[in-house]
């Protein structure tokens, strides 16, 4: 099917499901496409973005990007910040899902009186339901691909520009932060300068991998820094100086050859294969410049709730 009638019969769906929207506008490709998509459906005057800010662990240049392109769409922004979720779940160990449902959507939903409209699509978990309504909360393009996304903002003329650590991806910061997040001076700090400072040195070059992963145990920040394409010998020299100049990183290592890396999970975790296998591919490889293998163990501590990276060794696969 051509991108028009895609659009045309998605445009045709959001007009029959609602006269007025909330949108959960991050800035990336997947949200500023459903805005375009709710404007063309209901006019400008019916729809409204939010945006949650989740200060230290969005990226700087977020809030004048988010503002850039609500202004091009033309509509209302309203910006709503959020971190002490963010830190309460990480507590607790790393889970964007949880983050995603109580520390964004649930402030969303206290925000609005709307339905409200999010950009999930075939790419994740709830596009692949293929349920277009939840609890309040909508999935115009559903059914849509990356692909298809990148193919109708370009039929848009629409540029959504670069927010986070790859072309198109909006990003979160804290995501980087492979461990417990017990204290935010020293854990949060470190994912948090780390990741500026990597983004500033590249300065807009296109990448396909571009983060600093903080890990190790409580005491200790080590630093992986992931660039992909690879960094020159002089350009890998001269970041992880800087990174190592930061009083909260106490190591710094640049990926360029496979690891091993030492895991400890709550038993939930350990006893079920499905859930290793899901934190190994599709929550730790996808964002590693290198090949990557998990040595699981199973943790001690009551207060970790998911997985802790704390070590890594090379050449190990």
Same mark, same amino acid.
Do not use: Q, T, W
């Given at each position: 099917m051509r991108i028009e009638e895609i659009i045309e019969n998605t445009v045709t769906e959001i007009r029959d499901t609602t006269n007025e929207i909330d949108i959960a506008f991050s800035g990336g490709l997947d949200s500023t496409l459903v805005a375009r998509?709710?404007?063309?459906?209901?006019?400008?005057?019916? @729809?409204?973005?939010i945006n949650i800010s989740f200060d230290r662990y969005s990226y700087t240049r977020s809030a004048s990007i988010v503002r850039r392109v609500a202004e091009d769409i033309g509509l209302q922004l309203?910006?709503?910040r959020e971190m002490q979720l963010q830190e309460e779940i990480w507590r607790r160990g790393p889970s964007c899902n949880r983050c995603t449902r109580h520390?964004?959507?649930n402030t969303i939903r206290k925000l609005s009186d709307r339905l409200i409209a999010t950009g999930a699509n075939q790419s994740d978990s709830w596009g692949k339901t293929g349920i277009a309504i939840k609890d309040g909360f909508y999935a115009p393009i559903r059914s849509w691909d990356k692909h298809q996304i990148s193919e109708a903002l370009r039929h848009y003329g629409i540029v959504v520009p670069k927010i986070g650590e790859s072309a198109g991806r909006e990003g979160c910061k804290l995501k980087h932060l492979l461990k417990m997040l017990i204290n935010p001076d020293f854990h949060g700090k470190a994912v948090d300068m780390s990741n500026e400072i990597l983004l500033d040195f590249l300065n807009n070059r296109e990448s396909d991998i571009a983060n600093v992963k903080i890990i190790g145990?409580?005491?200790?920040?080590?630093?992986? @820094?992931? @660039?992909?394409?690879?960094l020159k010998t002089e350009e890998i020299r001269e970041v992880t100086g800087r990174l190592s100049e930061l009083s909260v990183i106490d190591e710094v290592h640049y990926m360029d050859s496979p690891v091993s890396l030492t895991v400890a999970a709550n038993p939930a975790v350990t006893n079920d294969p499905e859930s290793m296998r899901w934190i190994e591919e599709g929550r730790l490889q996808p964002e590693f410049a290198v090949p990557i293998k998990v040595d699981w163990l199973p943790s001690r501590n009551r207060r970790l709730d998911t997985f802790h990276v704390v070590d890594f060794r090379r050449g190990a696969m």
């Open positions: 998509l709710c404007v063309d459906a209901l006019g400008s005057e019916r @729809v409204r973005l309203f910006i709503e520390a964004k959507i145990p409580l005491s200790r920040n080590i630093a992986l @820094v992931n @660039v992909r394409p690879y």
